[in-house]
T-cell receptor
């Protein structure tokens, strides 16, 4: 069964600090992995996509890593801002017999405090 | 480019009542998804359409949930009758042909009392 597990479930940090969110997956066949940011009351918005051959990708203060061997990904947020307060969801995509399926993690709820 | 539109944004109903949600995907997007997101959890796929055909509805509680996308564009999701445990945010997403990213609407927050 395809599964995506995220940790921690929730996290509180002070503004300006860094943090790292983890994502472990057991999804096959793997196509890509996305990190989404979901603000309260909004739909998820894609931050970054990782394919099998990519190890690291940055998007501003967000840096995602992927280890396809251990099936782990991380999202590192540098110099956090109050606006980073949101849920961060790891989504793994499979492509099987021409059909793309998405498996969602439960998300990490990040709260940045002043 | 307009995003995925959903309505209503909020709905409160009593248990055993019926409710319907509407989604208009991004123009030209062939794939449309309906997700249920219970508070504190990640979205769970209810149904996936490819144009007007159902690709995956394995997790749709078919005794009470139904969805259609008759013309392959906008879609409706219906719950009849609603239960307390149906309280959640219902997200609609769409994806273009061959694309890897799904774009989400803002969701409809349903409260069943």
């Amino acid at each position: 069964k395809n599964q995506v597990e995220q940790s921690p479930q929730s996290l509180i940090i002070l503004e300006g600090k860094n943090c790292t969110l983890q994502c472990n997956y057991t999804v096959s066949p793997f196509s890509n992995l996305r990190w989404y940011k979901q603000d309260t009351g909004r739909g998820p918005v894609s931050l970054t996509i990782m394919t099998f051959s990519e190890n690291t990708k940055s998007n501003g203060r967000y840096t995602a890593t992927l280890d396809a061997d251990t099936k782990q990904s991380s999202l590192h947020i540098t110099a956090s801002q109050l606006s980073d307060s949101a849920s961060y969801i790891c989504v793994v995509s499979t492509m099987d017999t021409g059909r793309r399926a998405l498996t969602f993690g439960s998300g990490t709820r990040l709260q940045v405090q002043p | 480019e307009a995003g995925v539109a959903q309505s209503p944004r909020y709905k409160i109903i009593e248990k055993r009542q019926s409710v319907a949600f509407w989604c208009n995907p991004i123009s030209g997007h062939a794939t449309l998804y309906w997700y249920q997101q219970i508070l504190g959890q990640g979205p769970k796929l209810l149904i996936q359409f490819q144009n007007n055909g159902v690709v995956d509805d394995s997790q749709l509680p078919k005794d009470r949930f139904s969805a259609e996308r008759l013309k392959g564009v906008d879609s409706t999701l219906k719950i009849q009758p609603a239960k307390l445990e149906d309280s959640a945010v219902y997200l609609c997403a769409s994806r273009g042909q061959g694309a890897t990213e799904a774009f989400f609407g803002q969701g409809t927050r349903l409260t069943v009392v």
